[in-house]
T-cell receptor, first 112, second 112 residues
Framework: GNSVTQMEGPVTLSEEAFLTINCTYTATGYPSLFWYVQYPGEGLQLLLKATKADDKGSNKGFEATYRKETTSFHLEKGSVQVSDSAVYFC???????????FGTGTRLTVIP | DVKVTQSSRYLVKRTGEKVFLECVQDMDHENMFWYRQDPGLGLRLIYFSYDVKMKEKGDIPEGYSVSREKKERFSLILESASTNQTSMYLCATNPSGPDTQYFGPGTRLTVL
């Protein structure tokens, strides 16, 4: 089947620390991969995406590389800020499909 | 910018009531989705629609129905609300095909 597994939170970091949130996937076809972010009290919004192997998505200092050999799409940021505190969701969609498969989400809290 | 609006941010209903959650998008997108979000479970797809009057079941359709009479509006209906339907409900939309989904702000429903 199709599924996404991401590291369990919560994750608490100090400002300017390095962030990694692990995400691995299982897919029956060739997926596109996404990271969505949900800030407190808001809906989800797209953070970055990659549509094929070895693609790197990047946005707002975050980046993730589509690794087909390890079926992974880990999210990284070199120096987090308090404003990055949010819940992060990894997701996939199969070529030709309409619906996303989401991971369970990882809550990140950044303290000053 | 894509705008997805949901009729209520917070809703409190009693067991057995019929509940309507409305979602409206302004970008002429073909696809619309209803998810519920629960802690530790991530987002789970309830129903989606790929055209007016068309609908498909997602992963957890039991206890829900949907209506799409106009392209811009997708309604989620709880025929007889139960306490286990207390959750955050998120609407999303995208153009046809496997592409980025745009989310509304969510409706937090409490069933007493």
């Amino acid at each position: 089947g199709n599924s996404v597994t991401q590291m369990e939170g919560p994750v608490t970091l100090s400002e300017e620390a390095f962030l990694t949130i692990n995400c691995t996937y299982t897919a029956t076809g060739y997926p596109s991969l996404f990271w969505y972010v949900q800030y407190p009290g808001e809906g989800l919004q797209l953070l970055l995406k990659a549509t094929k192997a070895d693609d790197k998505g990047s946005n707002k200092g975050f980046e993730a590389t589509y690794r087909k050999e390890t079926t992974s799409f880990h999210l990284e940021k070199g120096s987090v800020q308090v404003s990055d505190s949010a819940v992060y969701f990894c997701a996939l969609i199969l070529t030709g499909a309409n619906n996303l498969f989401f991971g369970t989400g990882t809550r990140l809290t950044v303290i000053p | 910018d894509v705008k997805v609006t949901q009729s209520s941010r917070y809703l409190v209903k009693r067991t057995g009531e019929k509940v309507f959650l409305e979602c409206v998008q302004d970008m002429d997108h073909e696809n619309m989705f209803w998810y519920r979000q629960d802690p530790g479970l991530g987002l789970r797809l309830i129903y989606f629609s790929y055209d007016v009057k068309m609908k498909e079941k997602g992963d957890i359709p039991e206890g829900y129905s949907v209506s799409r009479e106009k392209k811009e509006r997708f309604s989620l209906i709880l025929e007889s609300a139960s306490t286990n339907q207390t959750s955050m409900y998120l609407c999303a939309t995208n153009p046809s095909g496997p592409d980025t989904q745009y989310f509304g702000p969510g409706t937090r429903l409490t069933v007493l």
